[in-house]
Every structure is written in structure tokens, then in C-alpha cells.
């Protein structure tokens, strides 16, 4: 288990940074994570826990001038700031998530003493909850990430024999979203508490060694995809409403009508179906990602 905290120290515009990991190698990994994510820098120092924990890794870090590095504005699409790389690792998600969890404990401690009296105390206990949660959701991203990177055995199959990976590639499972060829993150936990029975096992790396770079590449998340669809379905109302209908003649920012007149909210089917054809050139719309895997 790999235990990750952040910190300011009082008064001097420092922070400490800390990890602590019965495996090194994923202590060091997870270090230079964290201070990537949070865009602090600083000399690590390696010293060897109490107990059993293993190695802890620390350092006193300048503190940056704001919480999220690089930010520039609230819109959830911008990300930039939050990975080194082109896409966030499971080991950045993780560290954001224990930074935010870390965030929400000082809020809290903040509000015991508001600059204008009043009692906060349902408000500090949602804070606290909110935080716990986000700190079991570190928790978990962290040892998808561990099993992403190799470090944990998985089961090379499930418990109906299915195969995933390169392995399930070919295959026409119709249950559970289909053939696992990339798995889900319930699917990954799975394989690894499976493990500790199975007569064979492979790391997650060698599990997807033969799977097509192009299919990684191309695979997007469920989510991505219904959120994909809800922005081109608006994009689509708004071209409805900018084109003329050849059904009923409304005009552009018009209602379509019916035969008697009636104002509706639908549109004709010429008008809705040369707006998609519009929208869908405009943004190069390819309908829903082949590969995705469905959620299990």
C-alpha cells in the first residue's frame, strides 16, 4: 500500500511532500508523480518507516503560489495543467485526488473559525466526508495504477474462462459490454484478487502485449462518448434553429410549424436531418467509438 500526503508548513510559504511504500521502486515513482501534479520542487530524502510500512520518501518543497499549477480557467475541459504528459496517468489521477482530499481537510479546519462568527459545523462535517471519499478514491486509482504499471499479478482469466486483453482479441463474448480486449477498472481489481487462487497469471503489461496500438489509441471511456453525443446533440439544435425548414418554410431562429399552424418544439425531418449533416462535417462526428467497453 503506497500512502501519499501533502502539506503546508505554517508561515514560511513551504510544503512537505510525502510517500510511503513497502516497494521503493513504486515510492520513487509515485514521489515524482506528486510533485509533477502538484508542481512543487524539492530534494526527496529516503528514510525507513516504523514497522512495516516500508520506505518513506520526503521533502520540504516550496509551495506553489495556487492549488492546481498552470490552471487557467474553471471550464472542466481544461486539463493541461493537471499531467506532465499529453494524457494524465493513473498515478497523477491518484495524487490530484489525495491533494484534493488534503484540500478539503484544511477548508474544514479553516471553517471551525469563519472571520464572522457562525456555526458551521454540518458544513465541516460534509467537508470531512467529501474528503474521506476522495481519499478512498486515491486510494483505489492508486492500486489500479500499481496494477497498470505491472507491480501486481492478475488472473488471465475470469471466473467463466473469458480471457481479456490480447488474449480476448477474436473473441464474441455478448456479456458484461463484450469481449474485455481493454478492461475496466472493476474488471482489473477483479483479475487481481483473482489472482490468489489462479493456477496462471500475467501482469497487466504482458496481458495487453499484442493489442493493436491503433485500437489503444483510438479507445475512448464510456463517459467520454455520452458526453461526446450530449455536446452534438446541442450543436445539432442550435443548426436546427439557424437553417431554414423546406417542409414548412420557417425561417432561420423560426419554430417549425405544423399544417394548421401550430408552433413545435420538434423539428421537420428534412430540417433536423441536413442540421446533423452540417454538425457532423463540422466536427468530424464518427458516431460511438467502436472499442469502447461497457462499465461492469
Known sequence: MITTSYGPLPDDGRA???????????A???????????????????????????????????????????????SDASTDHLSAGDRITLDELAVHCSAAAVWLDQLARAAETPDTPVELADDIDCLRREAT?????????????????GDVPLATGFAAGDRWGAAAMNTD???????????????????????SYAENTVTYPEGMAGVRKSLLL??????????RRRERDAAVQEEELRIECESCDAGAQQRCRTKTGRLAELTHKVRRRTA???????????????VAVAGT
Open 173 to 195: 463474448r455478448e456479456t458484461y459490454g463484450g469481449p474485455a480486449i481493454i478492461p475496466t477498472a472493476n474488471q482489473l481489481l477483479l483479475l487481481a484478487r483473482d489472482a
Open 16 to 26: 512537505e511532500l510525502s510517500v510511503t511504500s513497502a516497494d521503493i521502486d513504486a
Open 28 to 74: 520513487r515513482r509515485t514521489w515524482e508523480a506528486a510533485a509533477t501534479a502538484l508542481g512543487v520542487v524539492g530534494r526527496p530524502v529516503e528514510r525507513r518507516a516504523r514497522g512495516k510500512e516500508g520506505m518513506r520518501i520526503h521533502a520540504i518543497v516550496d509551495a506553489p503560489d495556487r492549488p492546481l499549477p498552470g490552471q487557467q480557467d474553471t
Open 276 to 290: 446533423e449533416a452540417n454538425v457532423d462535417a463540422r466536427i468530424g462526428w464518427v458516431g460511438d467509438n467502436p
Open 218 to 227: 483510438s479507445w475512448e471511456s464510456k463517459t467520454a462518448q455520452e458526453r
Open 133 to 149: 471519499t476522495l481519499r478512498d478514491r486515491a486510494g483505489r486509482l492508486q492500486r489500479i495504477a500499481r496494477i497498470i504499471d
